[in-house]
């Protein structure tokens, strides 16, 4: 796949195998209650229900299982501290492979664990993230091995899986909403639901503490912006290139909701539907309730994309929330 | 099926085909902090991501499957303001049945609401549970329609379903902690892990303050006893003899654990699998905790049953406990 063509449905379909060689496609529940608040029918997408607590495990499945014989025998290698480098290192336990992991000095130790008991090697290099990364590219290259970036194709067809299901499950759902950090899952969703049905609508939605996808989705120009959303998961401050062409081709609508807004949606859905999202995967209920009068009456379905929110977290917004 | 005979694997084999016509089967996840805290290789069961977020509804698909033709005609009968009230309004619903449900003056209003969300009729009757219970039972048989109590065995032969997914998931378990409340639960596991591997260790967990079915089943007499858990999915008074005779058939051990372990492994299973657990769901947590020595290296399987904890709760634990 060259940088001028975009994935396929194709590609989504031949990613299959490779996500369900280890997991189980996820449940989309509707809730009664979800539906009497937003005034649509609405479904949730549980993808917080992987083994690793978020959709992009499917993308890094296909992605290891697409390796050439050299990239296999050295590993991937990337620069994380949350949901990305928990889902390579998981790829890369069940495949056999060897995952290296930098982060800056200071990272988080709870997250480096996690990614230590996935079996990752976890190296401390620098100041800060992108020191980090600059450096494990360049370990890459040298040890040819692969580098994976948040962004990259075989990613975005990995997690198109959970698109398809969604098209098995409620063949007529009128709109999708889908939180968006680099764009991963949202280019997955967009090029099956539009590939499949061009009138089902689907909606990225992110923080307006990290507006950075949705500036460059508008104006077509790629836009830094300030970061300050406390939801890890959508934490995108430079927009990624190869994401927004697609987005740009398929998106019907991009909209920012509120951290208090995320933060309220979180608590919704622990009290509606009994799951705890992080605050990525409360930003499509959060869109939902900012859009109702548009949504009213379709069927909805809210991608709820992973459920990493940690207990300190938690506590903090349990207790500003008295909803 | 008399009552002197056993449900068999075979019963749980046939109910299979009735649950998986409407439910996916649910992941079994291994969880590295939870090992390290037990000192065994933890596994949880995940039936908190049911459809209503409990095991049960999987019994009431089966049994709703079962029905006489007149049965069938008239409907389901049940008085439950809990998660056995929302199953069997769930299989009523996608069998296209009616479903009266008898709850005493005063029951939660949200639990009612889920009720009716659900599309089944609630009435409300009598100052109590039991008097309720009477007075539906009565009109179940004055209609002709089937009254479905708590630890019946077309329920324990579909919640069985769940434990065959065990069994091809993780193939050499060692132990199964199953929470019991009426006991449908821990008869399907038994039956099934003790039929296909009788070294499969079932081992079943009750609260402390609520031990009326450990104490009958220690004795052998049906021994009413105190309940004040606030565990509600286990908050069992007065023993089951169905459920009862197939535990002393298969158990190999019956814990008590103290509601405050209960809320305690409530908050480390929020904190290690991003889970929100109801009491019953959590017990099998403390339980191992408490049976850490017995258990040590040992493939441990905790069934989390079920995950509807209301958000005051939920609140009131994390308040609790500052781990």
Chains 1, 2 share one sequence.
Request: with cysteine; net charge neutral; glycine share 10%.
């Amino acid at each position: 796949m060259t940088n001028e063509t975009i994935p396929t449905l194709q590609d989504v379909i031949a990613a299959r195998p490779n996500v369900y060689r280890y997991l189980k496609p996820t449940p989309l529940h509707p809730y009664p209650g979800l539906s009497k608040l937003v005034g649509a029918d609405v479904w949730v997408k549980h993808e917080n229900h992987q083994p690793i607590g978020v959709f992009k495990v499917r993308g890094a499945l296909n992605l290891a299982a697409n390796l050439t014989a050299e990239e296999g025998q050295v590993g991937l290698f990337t620069a994380s501290t949350g949901n990305h480098g928990q889902s390579i290192a998981f790829a890369a336990r069940v495949h056999g492979l060897k995952a290296t992991i930098a982060v800056p000095e200071g990272a988080n130790p709870g997250k480096v664990a996690a990614m230590r008991g996935l079996g990752a090697e976890v190296i401390f290099y620098g100041p800060d993230f992108d020191t980090a990364r600059e450096w494990i590219m360049a370990e890459a290259e040298a040890q040819h091995g692969r580098f994976v970036g948040p962004a990259e194709e075989p990613l975005i067809c990995g997690v198109g899986t959970y698109a398809l299901e969604i098209m098995e499950d409620l063949p007529d759902v009128d709109t999708i909403i889908v939180p968006v950090g680099a764009g991963s899952g949202v280019c997955g969703v967009s090029i099956v639901a539009k590939t499949i049905n061009p009138k089902i609508e689907v909606i990225a939605a992110q923080s307006a503490q990290a507006p950075a996808m949705q500036l460059s989705w508008k104006t077509g120009e790629l836009t830094a912006a300030e970061m300050k959303t406390f939801a890890e998961g959508v934490a995108t401050r430079v927009p990624f290139k190869n994401t927004q062409r697609i987005m740009r081709r398929y998106l019907d609508d991009f909209v920012l909701v509120d951290d208090e807004d995320i933060k309220a949606a979180v608590v919704l859905l622990l009290e509606h539907t009994h799951n705890l999202a992080e605050g990525a995967g409360a930003i499509p209920l959060a869109a939902a309730l900012q859009l109702k009068a548009r949504l009213a009456g379709k069927k909805v379905v809210l991608v709820m994309s992973g459920g990493n929110l940690s207990l300190e977290k938690l506590r903090a917004i349990l207790g500003s929330y008295k909803n």
